[in-house]
């Protein structure tokens, strides 16, 4: 199968110390592909590498990010600027920042049809209404016509995704995208995006620290710890055999309201010991940058 | 109802002045947050309060402690008419009912070190000697699992499940009968989550805490409370033991609310079950 995305023994290091120890996943066409794991643990390194935006002090050390088939690990600006967007499209996680408080909603989408397909201003306001009723918004013309802050979390949530699925991109980076909404209103979000996903056959890399939110929509998943990979499958292996004793024990520590309190087992710190020490490890093995 | 409930709240009201959109003239709209709340916590019982944004959840925990000034409604507390104290009366009360907010990189003065945080209650309530004080937060630190060392450091200089810890010891400094908590857990790993849950697990039952949670993760409520009570749009809708309504939920909206939680269960119907039109 075609590879959408594919990240090979990926290192990166921030101010020398390192905060991606050769991570490597593919996310084949048409595939969800979960990358989870806890805050620091790299996930949001590796959407930024993908999309060219990481932090000024990190460096990329080694390791190769391929999209269909092309090498993007070192882009420039001009490259990066005609793959984003229309290749590779993303939606965040926080719909309030990621839209310009000072413009309508239809300035944000028309803006984004004209830069990529040249459209006129009236064929791109069509085009804006028609993305409206693609992610099911009531009352589109009204929708179109207000300001991000006139609208609910949901709703400019929606807007994003149109925005995202704009271009028809072949690889969505989805970063926490349903993380700040209410629980109903982001199984409605997750519906979405695995629709339009299915129906454009987009590779999707979901980014989220959630577990249940991995299991209902992902195919496929990599858990990451300290910048490495330390378990990698199909949903169902990874949750009904995880292999290593971190997966185990993070599944062990979400609480489930079916489930009685004595069930909840926080991570064992002989476990958290260990997972530095081989980070560590690792780190003396590889040196430092 | 029982006898000598800690906490009883009966017809609780609260109208909230609205925000004005666009030039209004007269009297500015009075919006109903609190439309009735009834029920009772007894002393040492955990009760989750839940609901999505909006609910109320939070203005209820503000309301009992009275950050918000009720507009209808009665609180007793140990079995005291708290609804109209005034401010000095007040002061005393604070000593019994303490806050744990959601997020405490804003609740923690950062110019501040540790050891004067929580020393800042007892200095408030108590006259107590330098090394009485001094022993009293170690005795706090000791009691939500800190190192004494951290003491001397600055609320930067710790981890969010450690400040989450200071919150902790802050609220129980003065041996307060109840703890509201609103979303104190919300921030954090699930790993770092699962510790503080653990750690509130065990003070609840060393002290004899009672606890009121509020929170918009019902499985979390789940792990700590021994009651919960499900809030729509300033309403009750359904209470009892959390055993119970999380096994067999009788109104719609709880159910609504547990069938969109995703456990992390694989379940490819799951997504289906809904329409892609809301």
Redesign the interface.
Known sequence: MNDMLAIEALRITIAGRNVLRDVSLAVPQGHVHGLVGESGAGKTMVARAVLGILPAAARVISGHIAFDGAEITHMSERERRALLGRGIALIPQDPMTALNPAFRIEHQIVDVLRHHFGLGRTAARAQALELMHQVHIRAPERVLRQFPHELSGGMRQRVLIAIAFACRPKLIIADEPSTALDVTVQRQVLRLIKHLQARENTAVLFVTHNLGVVAKICDTMTVLHAGRVVEEGSVEACFERPAHAYTRALMAATPRYDQPAAALAPVPEALSRDLADEATAWDARHGAA | MRAMALLEVQGLKLALRGHSSGLRFGRARRIEILKGIDFTLDAGESLGIVG??GSGKTSLGRTIIRLHEPSAGSVRFADREITHLNASALRGLRKDMQMIFQDPMSSLNPRRRIGPILAQPLHAFDRRTKAETVQRVAQLLDLVALPRSFAARYPHELSGGQRQRVGIARALALEPKLVIADEIVSGL???????I??LL?SLKERLGLALIFIS?????????CDRVLVLLAGEVVEQGPC?EV??KPRHPYTR???E????????PD???A?????
């Not at chain 2, 969109?260 to 379940?267: G, Y």
């Open positions: 999505e944004s790993d699930v790993s770092t989550q699962a510790q849950l653990a697990r918009h993760d019902l499985s979390v409520v789940r792990v700590l055993e999380f096994r609504e609310l547990l969109a939680i995703p456990l992390p269960d694989v379940d799951w997504l289906d809904v329409a892609v039109d809301p």
